[in-house]
Nanobody, 119 residues
Framework: QVQLVESGGGLVQSGGSLRLSCAPS????????MGWYRQAPGKERELVAIITSAGTEDYGDSVKGRFTMYRDNLKETVSLQMNGLKPEDTAVYYCNAKREDDSGLHDYWGQGTRVTVSS
């Protein structure tokens, strides 16, 4: 079973920065894409950022220009640099990995790391 180990969440003031990291238990090259999703209380889980094995990036509209995703092929980790944090960014952030095989596309999830932005 794939494990995704997240780190870097915490409490920060509005306008501050945080960096989240995710390390998979299997080779990063075995995944079609890796990314971050978040879920705020009472809301559905939403895409924050994703990067494919080819290096293509995509971001949720609410974080474009503020968040940047990085992929380190040597350390085999992905990171999410979050700048200009706002109270509405408060959520549990989940690392996600997508792997495709003969049976289709499979999603793997980390346990989540909490980000709280105070106003």
């Amino acid at each position: 079973q794939v494990q995704l180990v997240e780190s870097g969440g915490g409490l920060v003031q509005s306008g501050g920065s945080l960096r989240l990291s995710c390390a998979p238990s299997e080779s990063i090259f075995s995944f079609r894409a890796m990314g971050w999703y978040r879920q705020a209380p009472g809301k559905e889980r939403e895409l924050v950022a994703i990067i494919t094995s080819a290096g293509t990036e995509d971001y949720g509209d609410s974080v474009k220009g503020r968040f940047t995703m990085y992929r380190d092929n040597l350390k085999e980790t992905v990171s999410l640099q979050m700048n200009g944090l706002k109270p509405e960014d408060t959520a549990v952030y989940y690392c996600n990995a997508k792997r495709e095989d003969d049976s289709g596309l499979h999603d793997y999830w980390g346990q989540g790391t909490r980000v709280t932005v105070s106003s």
